[in-house]
T-cell receptor
Framework: KAGVTQTPRYLIKTRGQQVTLSCSPI?????VSWYQQTPGQGLQFLFE???????NKGNFPGRFSGRQFSNSRSEMNVSTLELGDSALYLC??????????????FGEGSRLTVL | AQRVTQPEKLLSVFKGAPVELKCNYS??????LFWYVQYSRQRLQLLLR??SRESIKGFTADLNKGETSFHLKKPFAQEEDSAMYYC????????????FGSGTQLTVLP
């Protein structure tokens, strides 16, 4: 099985711009979650999508949004970028049912630098 | 609300020494807990889950409901154990939300 794939791997933006990140989950996984990882804050949950619906949401401002398509692929968007948005954005997919619900499969991440 | 606390951001031990990474949780129901690991330049991945009562790469973790802890232990640390470790808890409800701790960077010194 192919793993979780994230694109782009690296990107540089300037303040005020917006960015869209993409994630393709493992085949058969209907749940996709997004996390922000920074050295100071660790791993922070952004949101989770399941069958095209946002199921859980973290404590991030409305500038951060996401969506999921019928093929389970997901995108997240950050508008009006700020310097503090510089981070590694991780996508993870899971089976989201039964005993496998706790096992997340992570992508390599998209490293965003905001100048 | 569920919460996971890892009190140590950084932990250094010498090779061959025992290591314990602390994790405490707050959850009103019966928890399911996990340890995830991220080695340098690798993806974050599941290390072990308390339900399985397994030992992975020599690591074990016991759920202590009285102390609401799920500490990760290894009797003899190896240099290849150096990594970032995250403790995580999953809610029991239909949403099954996973909550991570802030992580502990373990460095095993030669």
């Amino acid at each position: 099985k192919a793993g979780v794939t994230q694109t782009p791997r690296y990107l540089i933006k300037t303040r005020g711009q917006q960015v869209t990140l993409s994630c393709s989950p493992i085949s058969g996984h209907r749940s996709v979650s997004w996390y922000q990882q920074t050295p100071g804050q660790g791993l922070q949950f952004l949101f989770e999508y399941f069958s095209e619906t946002q199921r859980n949401k973290g404590n991030f401002p409305g500038r951060f949004s996401g969506r999921q398509f019928s093929n389970s692929r997901s995108e997240m968007n950050v508008s009006t970028l700020e310097l503090g948005d510089s981070a590694l954005y991780l996508c993870a997919s899971r089976s989201a049912s039964g005993g496998k619900a706790g096992e997340l499969f992570f992508g390599e991440g998209s490293r965003l630098t905001v100048l | 609300a569920q919460r996971v606390t890892q009190p140590e951001k950084l932990l250094s031990v010498f090779k061959g020494a025992p290591v314990e990474l602390k994790c405490n949780y707050s959850y009103s129901g019966s928890p399911e807990l996990f340890w995830y690991v991220q080695y340098s330049r690798q993806r974050l991945q599941l290390l072990l889950r308390h339900i399985s009562r397994e030992s992975i790469k020599g690591f074990t973790a016991d759920l202590n409901k009285g102390e609401t802890s799920f500490h990760l232990k290894k009797p003899f640390a190896q240099e290849e154990d150096s990594a970032m470790y995250y403790c995580a808890l999953i809610s029991v409800g239909s949403a099954r939300q996973l909550t991570f701790g802030s992580g502990t960077q373990l460095t095993v010194l030669p």
